[in-house]
């Protein structure tokens, strides 16, 4: 069994860090930033054995990438660096009965990659996302006007940063409100797979927990799809069923793990980015002070900040395709590499002072949505328009409004608040 947080020694060499050590994770964020400073500074990225899991053999261990320049080179070269074979999602190979439910395109390469996203965007047409913008902008002020209803005191996480994004994914595919709470579990499962609070945490059972909520979620998208195949709305659902590109359309399986996919990277992850704004704003409150004077103008440079900082998603992992020499390294064939996406938007090669809340900041690409590639996230432009919509409704309508202790979700993959108290 690995030692619990408190019981490791402090982290004074790259040595000192085991990321495949689960408990890694728990140990406070000043710890993990001083971990990844030192691996940043070895002149190779550190290599590690897999964390050892119930469902799948271990594999060949992985290269910890965690310099800027190392993520942006292996994303644009998909070639060499693929998402399929395993997966990109995890660092384990998926086990072969998890394709079903969490095969999508995520976890693909060209060219079936290319046709999934070719398909599904063309249902995220202008039309449909103007159409959620003002959908955006309509639930954040109900949200805010719930939280003033309410008061102070409350769960800033679950009355204010998880509705948005659960409602205008939801809302986008027609999911009927009342399944938004069971969407709303089964995503917190599915992510936060291993915290003991969303049901994980028994290594014996993850995986059976896993599939448990990626078959209940596919059992709603076949039955929403089956209607919307016969009715037709404006959905994205409708849109999906009956997506035609050169006569090609999404198979079942197809649509229940897209449909999976889009729920709970839609969900999570800009909802986490949401918590963290709360809790930089808490922290700096010069920055606060500067957004208040222009909350429109500074609002791009401001919601770019957030997502560097917060990194909700990690990493990303990939397999080496053949044998290949990257920025003074070799990487063999069959090997792993994981990108840590959180690690390069703190390199002090590209960001000065990287650990400062900086809303004027001109520097980057942060890589908070995947690095430059044919992964590159598909919701970027929708998670940035809630994570503005959102601010704006706080900074005029609480604009002193704080975040306390964060609740911090124990996964080595998603970066999660999953409670924090707030005040105003
Ligand atoms: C702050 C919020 C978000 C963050 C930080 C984030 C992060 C990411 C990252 C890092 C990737 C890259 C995966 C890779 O390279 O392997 C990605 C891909 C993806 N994201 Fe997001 N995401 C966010 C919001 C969203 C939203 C709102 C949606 C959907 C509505 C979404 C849907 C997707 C999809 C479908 C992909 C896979 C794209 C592909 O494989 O071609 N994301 N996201």
Known sequence: MSAMPG???????AADVDLSDYAFWARPMSERERAFELLRALPHPAFYAEPEVSFAPRGPGYHALA??????EASRTPEVFCSGDGGATNIPDMPP????????????????????????????????????????EAAATKIVDDLLDRGPGCDFVTEVAARLPLKIICDMMGIPERDHGFVFDRSNRILGGFDPEYGGGDPATVAEHLLTAGMELDRLVQDLAAHRTAHPTGDLTSALVNANIDGERLTGQELGSFFILLVVAGNETTRNAISYGLRLLTR????????????????????????RLASPVNFMRRKVTRDHEMNGTLYRKGEKVVLYYWSANRDEAVFTDPLRFDILRTEGPHVGFGGPGPHFCLGAHLARREITAMFRELLRRVPHIEGGSPQRLHSSFINGIKHMPCDF
Do not use: C
Not at 7 to 13: A, D, F, K, R, V
Not at 67 to 72: E, N, V
Not at 106 to 131: E, G
């Open 7 to 13: 019981e490791h020694g402090p982290i004074t060499s």
């Open 67 to 72: 310099r800027h320049a190392d993520i942006l």
């Open 97 to 136: 009965e998890f394709a079903e439910y969490f095969g999508s395109m995520i976890n693909m390469d060209d060219p079936r990659h290319a046709r999934l996203r070719r398909i599904v965007s063309r249902a995220f047409t202008p039309k449909m996302i103007k159409k959620f913008e003002a959908d955006v």
């Open 284 to 307: 700096n409150p010069d920055q606060r002070a500067l957004w208040l004077t222009d909350i429109d103008g500074h609002a791009p440079g401001a919601v770019e900040e957030i997502v």
